[in-house]
């Protein structure tokens, strides 16, 4: 289980959002009643700020839309104080998903229905080209009820304001449901003549995700059985239920049903503090049923979006691309107090195109392409050779703020360290056999955000097992070198396997975005990712460096393309 210092987690408007205590037990609304409303007197820190990562100019956040050529971004804001408290739902809007303008805030605690708090949500937009937002509120009983907004003016292109009709609550938890764990409505679909949509709960330590259907919209009935359960995973959050094609990377609309596609379940797990997904079966008719395929691990060592410090993900289909589009949240791995101080606390990760594998064993998950308008100065490494023990500087790109693409050859898989069946768990297993471990063939990578000296780095890098049918690929992600600092600090070594066949092509790609406290990487194309929060205390700013490097006894050779990330012109900075 991880364990975080203080650690903020939030769903994106289309996700849940809450947040845990040191214990990393039950989720709790931890309310810092000290802290709540401490506004910095000072100006905001920018030592570890973000760059081209989405945040609010100042205190605590922690989803999407796309509506008449604009995107909405709306996220849970604390007005008041860099920790959990005080939340509205602020909003944004973008029409590249890189520049942003900060609007007033859409929903705010203000009726019966919500009066306790305005948590999290989905957006619809439905066929009259209408869009509607279900949240959940929390009512005058701390019960969590299901309610739903509309905009004030849908000639305003912005959709500034949102009016919560009188009519709400439109779904409330029955005598048979825990009304206290009872959360995060989806986006609706339709198949037939009726609406569907999902809510996420448990039932004792069995995870539900509820079905409710509706012909207006308005009047929503609960399913006989829920769309799908799953024993002994405490409560589900945040779900997500979606189709995707079974061929090619184009999105689908929500409510896509057929032959030729398949449908992804989501779940956030609030005791474990990450996300799982499966594929499967979606069967509508006649009673709506969700059948994870069989080669699916339905459970908490299912397969994840992201192997590290990500959380609280929504998609949504955008048709201005044909593509469906993922958001995450990266909470910050300091403490309360720090973010006091610096005046700040969370970032979304970069907006992700997301599309079934040609293999339909897992998803494929990619930066959107419109990230590469900000790359500036590009350096290139061709054909460097990297012996045991080596590391070479990516000179000439500002490396705190970067975005760098490199494909690994290996010539020769022979040396590759024997694979053994009991090491299940990645992240186990990257903590094991870090960076500086020599290996035979790895490992190797990335040294990011390291100092001069490399005595602080964060380290992100493959190495190669060789197993009893084909090669075993660990990706890792390790930030226990990433500061100097450490009271305080989250600094796991995150870790997930790569489903690649190097036998023929011997090579293996990553891409890696820095800014500052964040670094996100993509193995293989996006088949295995993995965010890492990190505060170097000397790698900072024109004092952050870059490196290739291989500690194994197998030479390596590592093409590279690295680019300079300039500032997005707006970013409610």
């Avoid at 050859?409 to 299940?424: H, Q, R, V, Y």
Wanted: with cysteine; charged share 20%; hydrophobic share 35%.
């Amino acid at each position: 289980m991880m364990k975080f210092s203080e650690v903020f987690w939030i769903c994106l408007i289309f996700g849940c959002f809450y947040v845990i205590s040191n214990n990393g037990v039950e989720a709790s609304h931890k309310i810092y009643e000290d802290l709540q409303s401490k506004v910095v007197a000072a100006p905001v820190k920018q030592l570890h700020r973000s760059g081209y990562h989405f945040q609010p100019p100042m205190n605590w956040i922690n989803g999407p839309m796309y509506y008449n050529g604009v995107y909405h971004l709306f996220y849970q804001y604390n007005p008041k104080g860099a920790v959990w408290g005080n939340i509205v739902w602020a909003h944004s809007v973008s029409k590249d998903l890189i520049n942003w303008e900060a609007l007033d805030p859409a929903i705010y605690p203000s009726k019966p229905f919500d009066i306790n708090g305005c948590w999290s949500g989905s957006a619809t937009v439905l066929p009259n080209n209408v869009p509607v937002i279900f949240y959940t509120g929390i009512d005058p009983n701390q019960y969590q009820v299901q309610n739903y907004a509309v905009p004030a003016n849908l000639s305003d292109p912005y959709l500034r304001e949102w009016i919560k009709p009188d009519d709400n609550p439109i779904v409330v938890a029955d005598e048979t449901m825990n009304k206290t764990a009872f959360r995060d409505p989806t986006t609706a679909w339709k198949v037939g003549g009726h609406w569907r949509m999902l809510v996420a709960s448990r039932r004792k330590h069995r995870g539900m995700v509820y079905l409710y259907r509706s012909r207006d919209f308005k009047t929503w009935v609960k399913a006989k059985h829920p769309l799908h359960s799953v024993a002994k995973t405490g409560m589900f959050e945040c779900a997500d239920f979606f189709p995707v094609a079974l061929s090619g990377d184009a999105g689908l609309d929500t409510s896509a049903v057929g032959p030729n596609v398949k449908h992804v379940l989501k779940v956030s797990l609030d005791l474990t503090r990450f996300e799982y997904y499966t594929i499967g079966s979606y069967i509508p008719e006649p009673r709506d049923k969700y059948l994870a395929d069989k080669s699916f691990v339905d459970g908490w060592d299912g397969l994840r979006y992201d192997y590290g410090n990500y959380y609280a993900s929504k998609t949504f289909f955008d048709p201005s691309k044909n593509r469906r589009v993922l958001w995450g949240w990266s909470n910050e791995s300091d403490t309360a107090q720090d973010d006091v101080q610096k005046g700040w606390a969370g970032i979304q990760t970069i907006p992700r195109k997301l599309w079934l594998d040609p293999s339909g064993k897992q998803l494929r998950l990619w930066p959107i392409e419109e990230i590469e308008t900000l790359r500036g100065q590009k350096v290139q490494l061709s054909n460097q050779q990297l012996k045991l023990g080596e590391h070479v500087e990516v000179k000439g790109i500002t490396a705190a703020q970067a975005d760098v693409d490199v494909t690994f050859t290996i010539p020769n898989l022979d040396k590759a360290e024997p694979f053994d069946p009991s090491w299940t768990n990645a992240q186990d297993l990257c903590g094991q056999k870090g960076s500086t471990v020599q290996g035979g063939v790895g490992p190797f990578g990335l040294l990011t955000l390291a100092s001069e000296k490399i005595e602080e780095y964060t380290p992100v890098f493959f190495r190669i097992f060789k197993g009893q049918d084909k090669h075993v690929v660990l990706m890792c992600s390790d930030a226990s070198s990433s500061s100097l600092r450490k009271n305080g600090l989250y600094t796991p070594s995150f870790g997930g396997f790569v489903d690649v066949d190097l036998a023929d092509k011997k090579t293996i790609s990553l891409r890696s975005l820095i800014d500052h406290s964040v670094v996100e990487n993509f193995g293989a194309g996006g088949k295995t990712c993995i965010t890492s929060r990190v505060y170097p205390t000397v790698a900072v700013f024109d004092n952050a460096h870059l490196f290739v490097f291989n500690n194994g006894t197998e030479t390596i050779t590592a093409d590279v393309e690295a680019w300079s990330m300039a500032k997005p012109s707006k970013m409610n900075n």
